[in-house]
């Protein structure tokens, strides 16, 4: 049995319209997605997914030397041929042995596992529009980009106004309130509301004394990304309650091991469609610590790229039992959607930051740059009345002077009318 061919196809699958909306500003490269189709020498055929403008492991140049002609088995461990080309290789395994993928990584634990809605940081109207939509769907949590340029108290009580009681929150800062100061100040704010379930990397990981205060001092968990600060430094400290994996199978099953010693409970972070998906129930099967509600961003498509898409039950997926992934690949939206480039520019615009005594500061840096930029400048931390808007290239003479004055780094400040309520 070994790999006879092995095919990359890269596809634009587009994000749901209300996603687009803020996710083509920020990051519309999400749209690009490259599969893996491998075939073995008994006609059986493997598919996975790698996101090539995110994914832990780019699938390498070449890697068709490396994968071509080989046993699957002998190959499928090696995390280093990157996302897809392993999953492609443990679907093609598993159906060749007549078994679903979980069976190749462990012992199954779980028939069921938790999944979570991810959403970028939006308007309060956007975020609850965002949640409702994942409660029709059968999702029970939310994973939300939190931001300290907006008004954070407004959008979660959007959100509660519109979502069962059940319905929990876990709020991802990704480092942006900057210092334990500002974290434990506004963080206890939050403890008022009892669906906020758990707060992300709320400053810097490598702060690490900084997050033991956090930690101390905050009635909620907070969860980190493993590796950063070492995980022996992280237990020893005990600077987390538990932790976000994202990694290869090899590197997974290393941590998740770890992890279990230590009982600590994860969330696995595998972004990516339907197929994905499929592949983080395979391994949330087996890893017993796999808790927390996976993150796969699997809701921001249009489509899963499934002929059967995957059903929800109250925030829960079941771990396919067919052999390989269990899947079976959407080969008409593979067509629909194929192209032949793997990035995507956002349209020119600039972020347009307003407080509610009218004071506007424009930023000309992306949105990933402005998670920096935004509290080097010291701005207050999700003021009452507080927005950030992408402001896009209408042609205008007056878009033109704002964006040439906010080249370089540079911001650009001023009073503006305040909108009447």
């Avoid at 900084?210 to 980190?224: E, F, H, L, S």
């Avoid at 994860?266 to 983080?280: C, E």
């Avoid at 396919?320 to 959407?330: F, N, Q, W």
């Avoid at 480039?341 to 992306?366: D, I, K, L, Q, W």
């Amino acid at each position: 049995m070994n790999v006879t061919s092995l095919e990359l196809i890269h596809l634009d699958v587009p994000f749901t319209p209300h996603t687009n909306e803020t996710m083509q500003y920020w990051l519309p490269h999400w749209r690009i997605t490259q599969l893996c189709k491998v075939t073995l020498d008994n006609g059986i055929v493997g598919w996975g997914e790698t996101l090539p403008n995110y994914t832990w492991a780019k699938v390498p140049p070449k890697v068709e030397e490396q994968v071509v002609g080989k046993n699957p088995a002998e190959v499928m461990w090696r995390d280093e041929l990157g996302a897809g080309v392993q999953m492609a290789l443990f679907d093609a395994v598993g159906k060749a042995l007549g078994v679903p993928a979980y069976r190749l990584l462990g012992n199954k634990r779980r028939e069921w596992c938790p999944i979570s809605w991810w959403a970028m940081d939006m308007q309060p109207a956007a975020w609850a529009e965002q949640c409702a939509e994942a409660v029709r769907q059968g999702y029970m949590s939310a994973k939300l980009k939190a931001r300290t340029w907006y008004d954070l108290h407004a959008a979660l009580r959007a959100i509660f106004a519109v979502v069962p009681e059940q319905f929990i929150l876990d709020l991802d800062f990704n480092a942006t309130l900057d210092n334990a100061a500002n974290a434990v100040k506004f963080l206890s704010t939050l403890e008022q509301y009892g669906q906020v379930a758990m707060f992300e990397s709320p400053i810097p990981q490598e702060d690490v004394a900084g997050n033991v205060q956090i930690r101390k001092r905050i009635d909620r968990p907070v969860a980190m990304h493993y590796g950063s600060p070492p995980i022996m430094t992280a237990l020893h400290e005990d600077v987390c309650d538990g932790f976000v994996v994202c990694a290869g199978a090899g590197a997974i099953l290393r941590q998740a091991h770890v992890l279990q010693e230590a009982n600590k409970p994860f969330w696995l972070q595998l972004v990516g469609t339907g197929i994905t998906t499929s592949w983080a129930a395979h391994l949330g099967a087996v890893l017993l610590e796999a808790k927390w509600p996976a993150i796969t961003c699997m809701n921001i498509w249009e489509s899963q790229l499934l002929r059967t898409p995957i059903e929800l039950r109250g925030g829960f997926m079941r771990v396919p039992e067919a052999p390989g992934l269990g899947i079976e690949v959407d080969e008409d939206a593979l067509a629909r959607y194929q192209v032949d480039y793997t990035f995507v520019e956002p349209p020119r615009h600039v972020y347009r930051y307003a407080r509610a005594n009218g004071e506007v500061t424009y930023y000309g840096c992306g949105k990933q740059e402005l998670h920096r930029a935004y509290p080097d400048s010291a701005q207050p931390i999700c003021e009452a009345g507080a927005s950030l808007d992408p402001l896009p290239d209408d042609g205008s003479a007056e878009f033109a002077a704002i964006y040439a004055a906010v080249q370089g780094g540079r911001t650009l400040r001023r009073r503006e009318p305040v909108p009447a309520r």
